[in-house]
């Protein structure tokens, strides 16, 4: 590997994601994604960050869910908590991310079922949450409020805050200490816009994690590669308003035109393939954690990262 | 035929079946307001057909109506086909009024070096011993009253067949006008008598909206009279495009002829406001932008709006005043500005002449904003530019509101930042209609300060007060309610409106910045920015900067030029050495075509942002808002 490039002056900041005993909460691990100096692979480390996390994705209503993890992994999604349980136990991932898909039913109302998934995925496994809210203004503030309440002093990566919604999910966090997802539809000036705005209502820089967007690979992902490079490179150049770790999801992959039409047979070997690779490839581009949805892709993921960043575990220090 | 009585002038014109009300309305010379130039898509052109019906599409055009305004028959009157006898109203909405005109140009002393002159001169007949011609005799006099050298004069056919008549009819007394052109002097006019001090030329700024003319005298430089009115070619289509397309549709001599009509109402007027007599003025100096130069010219000017952006000519061009039906002095000769490309033209080139950035060592930024808009940067030794559309917004378009420094227009407008409430001005001092640019400007620093919207420009709903609200489509601040507005309505601006201007305004700094980059300069290095048009004297400077339209820099180094166009115009008109320089400065402007520059997007998205997403850029500005802020709890969740 090459000698480490100049030092850019700049440092990605960190963000704390989960809470142990110690740390106030209830997790078994907590991860401080952040601290690079460098891009990826150019250092003569691998990478002086921490290896990329693997965030396992699940939700609390399965009829919003993709067909092919759903009839993979049969009757578990029906059990949000259990499947949190096996994201962990069973998959291996470093974190679960879970879609409250439930409010999305038209006319949601009943919050106080929030809460209880909250609390049961939260029993259900002991790793640090990303927790995805609702997706309509009317609802925000009250779902978000529910979700920080029941997550309080877990340090939960809240999301998703966007340039036209960002007041709630932002207050939310800022009353239970909890993190914000701030996705940008892949482009530097416009993440650097929410950060700014995100920063201007009182929310702290190491309390913010950038999605830059990413496209599947293949269908765009070109884009956000390029992107997220920038955004990593006006970064260490100095810019404080881009100098958040990133997370990004993979799971446009399993809609793309390769995988839905492919046959029942190899089906499910096309989705993780694709998964995988666009997962890794974010991975590269300097997302700190990335999310899939296929149980497969995991351990996938977990040995490239493991390799590919020469022998570091997540965790360790 | 069907016969159309418009009101409630009841002014009443026949057409054939078939034709449009706007049609009707052009032939009637009623000037209405038609931004899109009668595509169906501006929906200014709103009248109400009070008796008789039309063919008018109301699903697809319904969109720019309330349904109380469908039900008193109102319709587009560039989609409604006439086909019988009708009565239309045309509200006063509808109509092109009277618009706030900058007349004052800041001076700048130039030498006065003009090209044309008069000589009177007392010539002794001929007789059988001295039979010299009339010619001869004439320039001989000439030369002898302190003139050219005889042999540099001559005189033109027309001039010739009038000469002896002049001669003998005046008793041997008569004037002479003399014009310097390549290689002498023309002689353009005899008259009887001591006609000396009747000599002006007049200054032209030929604009897409509005025409200037400024009258000099000639003979000591001093300005006689001035006057503007609308270019007649509104009526063709507001923006340029829509000339372009309406000359593409065989209407190019229509429009040649409106050009040279709207200049000949500006001279007229000037010059009867001066008591002068239009055969007395001897030379027309026109700037204008390219296209407009072109279309003045009778040239073709189609090609410039389409890749690879052709101009036909750059150069500065001379003609005669009566080839393009620009009524003076029958032997008028008529300046035309040169061009940089086709989007900057003459006007730009004018602005710079009358800045004097082009003679000083210092850095100067330069800008011109209309619906285009027009950037310089640069010194004697260089200079960048670029052009780009800002859009109407800033103009007043595009804003639910907006409107034309019209009056009844909020051109002045304070928010407080603890109450929310609003106070403003309005041109005449009359009750609100509306809010022009410079309110607009003066409106959206306001809300960013008082943290009614954030810095994307979306206004914070969590906000609990009488004036935010949700509209119909969006978010929207009440500027002035219906009890207090002119137009029995509650005058708002929405959150679509301020992105709108957030759009104009990015275009307006990212070209800046561009050509700074380009240039390698920063804002420490600027040492003056100067506003041409008239949208730089009305606006607050300090506004303008809080929102990010220029770069920012301290106050007292932003400059207005005025009507930079009629200043530079005047300065080449009595200034003949002046003309010289401006082929030489038109050819050393570097033309940055911001379509073409990969940073340019970036530049844009940075700058779509109150005032741009890097703050470094506007430490001001940081420092104000930061203190806005202390005084504020800007979360605002309810």
Redesign the interface.
């Known amino acids: 590997m090459a000698e480490k490039s100049p030092d850019m002056g700049g440092k990605i900041g960190y963000v704390l994601l989960g809470a142990t005993k110690a740390e106030g909460g209830t997790r078994s691990v907590s991860y401080h994604p952040g601290g690079e100096t460098d891009l990826p692979f150019t250092g003569m480390k691998a990478w002086e960050g921490s290896v990329p996390l693997v965030a396992f994705e699940i939700c609390d209503d399965p009829g919003y869910w993709s067909p092919i993890v759903t009839s993979y992994t049969g009757d578990l999604v029906s059990d949000t908590p259990e499947w949190a349980r096996t994201a962990e136990k069973q998959y291996g991932a470093d974190l679960v991310r879970l879609y409250l898909t439930s409010t999305k039913r038209r006319g949601f109302d009943d919050f106080p079922s929030i809460t209880k998934v909250m609390e049961g995925v939260l029993s259900g496994t002991g790793l640090p949450l990303v927790v995805e809210g609702s997706n309509e203004p009317a609802i925000d503030?009250e779902v978000f409020q529910r979700c920080g309440e029941a997550g309080q002093g877990e340090r939960l990566l809240l999301g998703t805050a966007e340039?036209?919604r960002y007041?709630?999910v932002?207050?939310a966090a800022?009353a239970y200490n909890h993190s914000v997802v701030a996705q940008s539809p892949i482009?530097?000036?416009?993440a650097?816009?929410l950060n700014?705005?995100l920063r201007?209502?009182?929310l702290k820089a190491d309390h913010m994690m950038i999605d830059p967007y990413t496209g599947s690979l293949g269908y765009g992902f070109e884009y956000s590669y390029s992107v997220m490079e920038r955004i990593r490179y006006a970064a260490l150049k100095g810019d404080t308003?881009l100098a958040m770790p990133m997370i990004t999801s993979a799971t446009d992959s399993l809609s793309v035109k390769e995988v839905r039409d492919a046959g029942p047979a190899v089906r499910d070997d096309i989705a993780v393939a694709w998964e995988f690779y666009a997962a890794l490839s974010s991975a590269v581009a300097g997302s700190s954690i990335v999310c899939v949805r296929h149980p497969k892709t995991v351990p996938l993921l977990k040995q490239a990262f493991r390799e590919l960043w020469a022998g570091k575990m997540p965790g360790e220090a | 035929m069907p016969t159309i009585t418009f009101l409630p002038s009841y002014r009443k014109i026949t057409v054939d079946p078939g034709n449009t009300i706007l049609d009707a309305i052009q032939r009637a010379q009623i000037q209405m307001n038609v931004v899109c130039g009668g595509q169906g898509k501006c929906g200014k052109c709103i009248v109400f057909i009070k008796g008789g019906t039309v063919e008018f599409d109301r699903e697809k055009f319904g969109k720019f109506f309330t349904a109380d305004e469908l039900g008193q028959g109102a319709c587009l009157a560039c989609q409604a086909v006439v086909r019988d006898d009708l009565h239309v109203m045309i509200p006063e909405s509808s109509l092109i009024q009277q618009q706030k005109i900058l007349m004052e140009s800041l001076g700048i002393e130039t030498a006065f070096q003009p090209s044309v002159w008069k000589y009177y001169v007392v010539l002794s007949p001929p007789t059988l011993e001295d039979p010299s011609p009339d010619l001869t005799r004439l320039v001989w006099g000439v030369q002898k009253q302190g003139g050219p050298l005889a042999e540099k004069m001559y005189a033109p056919l027309d001039v010739l067949r009038g000469m002896p008549r002049v001669l003998r009819d005046s008793g041997w007394r008569v004037t002479a006008t003399l014009a310097l052109v390549p290689g002498g002097y023309r002689i353009i006019d005899l008259e009887k008598g001591d006609t000396r001090p009747g000599l002006y030329g007049v200054a032209i700024d030929l604009g897409t909206t509005t025409v200037v003319a400024s009258i000099r005298s000639l003979v000591d430089g001093h300005v006689v009279g001035i006057a503007s009115n609308y270019n007649r070619q509104i009526s063709c289509g507001e923006d340029i495009l829509s000339r372009v397309n309406f000359a593409r549709k065989n209407g190019l001599p229509k429009l040649q002829a409106l050009a040279a009509e709207s200049i000949n109402l500006a001279i007229t007027s000037a010059a009867n406001g001066a008591g002068i007599d239009l055969e007395d003025i001897y030379e027309v100096v026109v700037a204008g932008n390219t296209i407009m130069t072109h279309i003045l010219l009778g040239i073709d000017p189609a090609y410039m709006i389409e890749e690879p952006y052709v101009p036909v000519v750059r150069r500065y061009l001379t003609t005669s005043a009566p080839r393009l039906g620009i009524e003076v002095a029958k032997n008028a000769s008529v300046f035309l500005f040169p061009a940089v490309s086709d989007f900057i033209g003459g006007d730009i080139i004018a602005d710079i002449l009358a800045s004097g950035m082009g003679e000083r060592d210092e850095i100067s930024l330069l800008v011109d904003i209309g619906t285009n808009f027009e950037v310089v940067l640069g010194n004697r030794d260089w200079m960048f530019s670029c052009a780009g559309a800002a859009g109407p917004a800033l103009e007043g378009g595009e804003v639910l509101f907006g409107m034309r420094a019209n009056p009844g227009a909020i051109e002045r407008i304070t928010i407080d930042p603890v109450t929310l409430e609003s106070e403003f001005q309005t041109i005449n001092s009359i009750k609100p209609v509306g809010i022009c640019g410079s309110g607009l400007i003066d409106l959206l620093a306001d809300l960013l300060r008082a943290c009614v919207v954030d810095r994307t420009g979306r206004i914070n709903t969590g906000i609990v007060h009488p004036r935010i609200r949700q509209g119909t489509h969006y978010p929207e601040y009440v500027i002035a309610w219906k009890s207090e507005s002119g137009n029995n309505k509650d005058i708002v601006i929405t959150e679509n409106d301020i992105k709108n201007l957030i759009m104009s305004k990015a275009s307006v700094l990212a070209a800046c910045i561009t050509l700074m980059k380009e240039a390698g300069i920063t804002r420490t290095e600027l040492s003056t920015i100067y506003f041409s048009g008239a949208f730089g004297n009305y606006i607050h400077k300090e506004n303008a900067i809080m929102i990010g339209l220029i770069p920012e820099v301290p106050i007292e180094q932003i400059k207005n030029i005025g009507n930079g166009a009629v200043e530079g115009a005047n300065m080449a008109l009595i200034n003949r050495k002046k003309r010289k320089t401006l082929d030489e400065i038109a050819k050393n402007i570097a033309y940055i075509e911001l379509n073409a520059e990969p940073s340019f997007m970036d530049e844009y998205t940075g700058s779509s942002f109150l005032p741009h997403t890097d703050l470094s850029l506007f430490p001001g500005v940081q420092k104000m808002l930061d203190e806005c802020r202390l005084k504020k709890s800007p979360l605002g969740v309810p």
Do not use: T, V, Y
């Open positions: 503030s340039a036209g007041r709630s932002a207050a800022m482009d530097i000036n416009l650097k816009q700014i705005l201007e209502i009182g308003d």
